[in-house]
T-cell receptor, first 114, second 115 residues
Framework: GAVVSQHPSWVICKSGTSVKIECRSLDFQATTMFWYRQFPKQSLMLMATSNEGSKATYEQGVEKDKFLINHASLTLSTLTVTSAHPEDSSFYIC??????????FGPGTRLTVT | KQEVTQIPAALSVPEGENLVLNCSFTDSAIYNLQWFRQDPGKGLTSLLLIQSSQREQTSGRLNASLDKSSGRSTLYIAASQPGDSATYLCAVRIRPTSGTYKYIFGTGTRLKVLA
């Protein structure tokens, strides 16, 4: 089956710094990738839709200047959390859309901001 | 606005039982519905994908049905095992009036199968 990787799997950073999370589709090309945020014991909340070669589409209430998304190739999308604060601590999950319109998810990245 | 609800929120059953998880959505204009499994602290694993034109999909002990008109999907797990313990999420694919396709996730059902 299709594989999506995320790096890093976990990261701890200090308040005010920026963190970049990578999402890669390893064995298929994905023109569309999604970034989600998940709080403990809650469901996934869509943050933005990332389209290769174009600007990301952000959901209402998500700050585009704080969560920078770049989809530079058909296999890589990155999410950069800028000027991180403790309230940004969360589990971030990406997914890649196959040609059959099935979502394949990465293993997630746990971000802790101290 | 599309809302996806899953009932029950949590379920604990003895090993071997057959069980049904429910997913309801408020807007029937969906393109597909997908069931996922999530283990604690992990990403999501796709279980079954049902296109809007389909009624059901089967994979091993899992069977998912879709009734668009009533806004419902069920995931049937036969002969449950302790290894089935996880959170199960359903998601519908929609296309908003503005913007690209996206997925709306349900609230999840936390399943625990007791040995």
């Amino acid at each position: 089956g299709a594989v999506v990787s995320q790096h890093p799997s976990w990261v701890i950073c200090k308040s005010g710094t920026s963190v970049k999370i990578e999402c890669r589709s390893l064995d298929f090309q994905a023109t569309t990738m999604f970034w989600y945020r998940q709080f403990p014991k809650q469901s996934l909340m869509l943050m933005a839709t990332s389209n290769e070669g174009s600007k990301a589409t952000y959901e209402q209430g998500v700050e585009k200047d704080k969560f920078l998304i770049n989809h530079a190739s058909l296999t890589l999308s990155t999410l950069t959390v800028t000027s991180a604060h403790p309230e940004d601590s969360s589990f971030y999950i990406c997914s890649a859309l196959s040609r059959g319109y099935e979502q394949y998810f990465g293993p997630g990245t746990r971000l802790t901001v101290t | 606005k599309q809302e996806v609800t899953q009932i029950p929120a949590a379920l604990s059953v003895p090993e071997g039982e057959n069980l049904v998880l429910n997913c309801s959505f408020t807007d029937s204009a969906i393109y597909n519905l997908q069931w996922f499994r999530q283990d604690p602290g992990k990403g999501l694993t796709s279980l079954l994908l049902i296109q809007s034109s389909q009624r059901e999909q089967t994979s091993g002990r899992l069977n998912a049905s879709l009734d668009k008109s009533s806004g419902r999907s069920t995931l049937y797990i036969a002969a449950s095992q302790p290894g089935d313990s996880a959170t199960y999420l359903c998601a519908v694919r929609i296309r908003p009036t503005s913007g690209t396709y996206k997925y709306i996730f349900g609230t999840g059902t936390r399943l625990k199968v007791l040995a």
